[in-house]
Each structure stands twice: as C-alpha cells, then as structure tokens.
C-alpha cells in the first residue's frame, strides 16, 4: 500500500519533523554547531523551516561513521548488498507521495508533471542498480602455465555525493545505489535548496541497512561541501551541479589525486531536418526543454535548430503548445509547470530575458499565464520564453541559462546545422529529427554530445549511458559500466604455486 495523498499541509508536517537535523550513522542527528539557515518555499516565499548548516565537525562525524561501516559492508556479500538496497526501494516506493510533496515544496516542481515521476524513478533505479550486484566481477587472465592470473573488483572506500537542486532525489539515487552496491560508504551533501527530500528519503533507506552505510548532510558549499571532498578520508567525489563548482572539486581531488566524476552543463542543440515529422518535433521540443521543470536540466534542448522552410510555422506552434500549460502552485494537480528554485536563480532568469528582449532583431515569445492566485504573487514564476533572431554567439545561446528559455534558430544546410550546435563549449545531449536514416547517421556521427537522440529526446533513463563531452563533464553514470568504473577498484592477483 502507498502512502495517502499529499497535500501542502501534509508535505510542512513531513519538512517540520527534519528541522535542524542531518543524517549519519543511521540517525537523525543535529548538526555539532547548531548553526541552521532557513528555507523558503519557492512558490509563496513563507518559511518552510529551519535547515542545518553543518560545517567540519559534522563532515568528520559522518565521514568517520561511513568508514567504520564500510569495512563490514564491503564484507556483505555483493548479491546481498543488492537486494537490500532492492527491499530499501521498495520501502521508498511504498512513501512515495510524501517525498514528492516534500520535493514540490521544496523545490517549486510541480508535483503531477515532475515530482511524482522523479519520486518513480528513484525507485526503478535503486532497482536496477540493486540486481546488477552479481555483475560486480573480474577476469581470468591467460599469464602463464601454472600460474592463475585474475582481477577483482574491490570498493574504493567512503564516497562523497554532492547534490544539485533540480533532480535531487534522482540523482542522489544514481549516485548512492551504484556505489553502495559495489560496496562503498556514502556520504551525501545535498544541495542548499533542496534539502528535505534527499534526507527523508535516506532515512528510510538506511533504516533498511547497517548504520553508517548511508549519510546524508544539509549545508553550503563553501561550508559542507568543501571540506566533505577535502577530508582525508573521502576516496571518491562523484558530484552534479555547474563547471565552476567542478572545477574547484576537481582541483582538491587532484592534490588528493582521487577519483571524480563529474556532471555538469549543458547547452543541448535540437536539429529539426525539413522532412521531420513537424508534430513530433513540436511535441518533442516541449518535453526536450523541460518546460514542466521550467527548463531546470542540464540537458533542455536551449537551442532548437530549425530549417529555414519551417522555423516560423515552427514557432508558432510550439507557443500555442506551451500556451496550453498551466503554471501554478507546485502542490496542485492541475499545475503543470511551477517555480524557479531560488530568488537568485529567478533574477538570473530574468536577466537573461531582459538581455534577450534588448538585442536588436530577437523577438521574445511567451507562452503560459503566470497565475493569478494573490498567495502565489512573490512566487518565482517564469513564463517560457521561445525566443528568434538570437544568434548562437549571443551569452542566451551560448550560457546555461537554467530557466524557461530556448531560441529558435534557422538553418539551410545540414552542415551549417551541425556547425552551430557543435559550436558550444558543451556536449552533454542532443537531439535530431529526420526521417531519412542516412541524415541522422551523418548528424549523429558529427555530434559533440555524449547523449544523441533520433526523433526522440526523453529524459536519462537507467542502462543508457549518460555524460558529457567538453564542459559538460567528466565519466559516465546510470550503466553496470559506469558502477564498475567509478566505484570499484579492479585488483590484479597472480597465484604461482609451482
Ligand atoms: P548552483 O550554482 O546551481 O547551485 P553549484 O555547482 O554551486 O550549482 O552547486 C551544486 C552543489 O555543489 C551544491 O550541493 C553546492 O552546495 C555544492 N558546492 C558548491 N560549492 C562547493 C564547493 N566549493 N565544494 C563542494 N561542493 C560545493
């Protein structure tokens, strides 16, 4: 049985109850200092609670309960491992209408359209990751006569998962489960914004594994995050946010000289061919810029490519189609697109828009109503914005702007298409749409981007292999291939008995 529907009262009563609190060895704890920040609600600006700002001496505490666990963990037989974290996630699916209120109030996603299916998500990939335990192996080796020559695979230690905002609880499962399956410790830090959601749903999981395995703290970067990738004993960084915090992790790790893996940016292009299928495209359009996240994803599609002959019927239809949604508070089911994040964010949105609207020639196409509720009246709302005449060197098309923004940009030539959407210091994704093979075979082999999609451009998903090329990072997640990669250490062992 599922949990009962969520509604804003109920998802308070859920953030209250995590007030001031992290989470390490296997309980919920208050940060050493007490030094707490609040949390807003992005939709009403009200005071959701009280977050702990946990500083060194919690990143020590937690740290050194992921190392004492560690070693029995890694004890724990792989196949074992995994179906707990299979039973763990079936437990977080039975709450999984509480975790998508709390990830709607937190993060002004609307609940229908994004939180519940993040909240499913998580679910199949703690699933997924859990039944690839027995895939954790080695080779033989062919040394010589006599001599057995083998690897293994062993975890590397305590790992730290530094958490974005804008899929957190997705993304903390594909970082946690393909670790704690290979037999690592984790310590989590989410992000400042998004604090409650992560945390609830680790409590759940480490209720179902041995104290330590799983920790979680709130804090600032500057603060938490620091020094959780500078401690001594972290032997791992695997972290999702922008290329300057990337860089700065990146640095520490290599005067530590370990392991990172890093998911940053993106600027994804979207090529539309002349004999595309013109409604799928449309429709593809709306769902690769995640207007339902307000554009908060690494990989919206913020430049859409369009042949001449159809850029401006082009246009017109993708505004009438995002005319069609609604925006409004995150916890209503009629909602389907809610708030930016953070004041921070919603004025860097608008910059980006303002800046858009003054450039001679761009024309800035808005879809969607802002709501008309007085209670969401400070709300960070955005209307989407289909912006034209922008050129690909002007900072909308060529800086994540992480907002409701993409520019409709015209081609003639194939070629010229895929000069313009490899113009970019990113390649994390991107989309083409043709019907002709042989276009998409030349498009997809001439693509900067570790994720090229045909006539499609879903969300990741579990099993495809997801990472960047350029700026948008380093490694790869969400495979068997990325766990044993990222999260093991292959051991060589020769046996000579002669
Ligand atoms: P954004 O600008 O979208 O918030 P960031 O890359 O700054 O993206 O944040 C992503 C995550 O990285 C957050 O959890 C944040 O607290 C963390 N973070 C920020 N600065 C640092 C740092 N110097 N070291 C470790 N983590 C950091």
């Not at 079936?90 to 609940?111: C, D, I, M, T």
């Not at 994804?268 to 207007?291: E, N, Q, T, Y």
């Amino acid at each position: 049985m599922t949990d009962a529907a969520v509604t804003r009262a109920s998802a308070l009563k859920s953030a209250r109850r995590l007030e001031g609190v992290n989470l390490v060895n296997g309980k919920l704890v208050g940060p050493s200092g007490k030094e707490l920040f609040e949390l807003y609600d992005p939709a009403t600006r009200e005071l959701i609670v009280r977050v702990a700002n946990s500083g060194t001496a919690d990143v020590d505490e937690a740290v050194a309960a992921a190392k004492r666990a560690q070693r029995e963990w890694a004890q724990v037989p792989a196949r074992a491992r995994g179906k707990l974290l299979v039973e763990a996630a079936s437990v977080l699916g039975r709450h999984s209408e509480e975790l998508a209120g709390l990830l709607a109030l937190e993060s002004g996603k609307a609940l229908r359209t994004e939180c519940r299916v993040e909240a499913a998500n998580v679910v199949d990939a703690l699933q997924f990751f859990g039944g690839l335990a027995g895939e954790i192996k080695g080779e033989t080796v062919p040394f010589a006569p006599g001599v057995l020559s083998y690897t293994q695979r062993e975890p590397v230690g305590v790992v730290a998962a530094i958490l974005p905002w804008n899929v957190p609880l997705m993304l903390m499962a594909i970082k946690i489960a393909p670790a704690l399956v290979a037999g690592n410790c984790v310590v989590v830090k989410s992000a400042e914004e998004t604090p409650l959601t992560v945390l609830r749903a680790a409590e759940l999981l480490s209720a179902e594994l041995p104290p330590g395995v799983l920790n979680v703290l709130s804090g600032d970067g500057p603060r938490c995050g620091a020094p959780l990738v500078a401690h001594p004993d972290v032997a791992k960084v695997t972290f999702t946010g922008s290329v300057e915090t990337g860089r700065t992790i990146y640095r520490t790790a290599a005067d530590k000289l370990i392991p990172v893996t890093l998911e940053l940016g993106g600027k994804s292009p979207m090529i539309v061919l002349p004999d595309a299928d013109f409604d799928k495209a449309v429709a593809g359009a709306v769902v690769a810029m995640r207007f339902t996240r307000q554009g908060q994803s690494c990989t919206a599609a913020s430049r859409i490519l369009v042949h001449s002959s159809l850029h401006d019927r082009f246009v017109e239809s993708l505004v009438e189609k995002i005319s069609e949604m609604t925006i409004g508070d995150p916890l209503d089911e009629a909602t389907d697109i809610g708030t930016i994040i953070s004041e921070v964010q919603f004025d860097k949105v608008r910059g980006y828009i303002e800046a858009g609207r003054e450039t001679a020639g761009a024309v800035a196409h808005e879809g969607a109503e802002l709501p008309g509720d007085e209670r969401l009246a400070e709300g960070f709302f955005v209307r989407p914005v289909v912006f034209t005449g922008i050129d690909n060197a002007h900072p909308v098309a060529r800086e994540e702007i992480f907002g409701p923004v993409t520019c409709v940009m015209p081609f003639d030539t194939l070629d010229e298409a895929l000069e313009i959407a490899n113009d970019t210091p990113f390649g994390l994704a991107a989309s083409v749409w043709t019907r002709d093979l042989k276009t998409a075979l030349v498009a997809v082999n001439s693509l900067e981007a570790g994720y090229v999609q045909v006539n499609q451009a879903l969300v990741a998903g579990v099993n495809i292999s997801y990472g960047g090329y350029k700026q948008s990072g380093l490694g790869k997640e969400l495979t068997l291939d990325s766990m044993l990669d990222h999260f093991t250490h292959s051991k060589s062992i020769s046996l000579n008995f002669q």
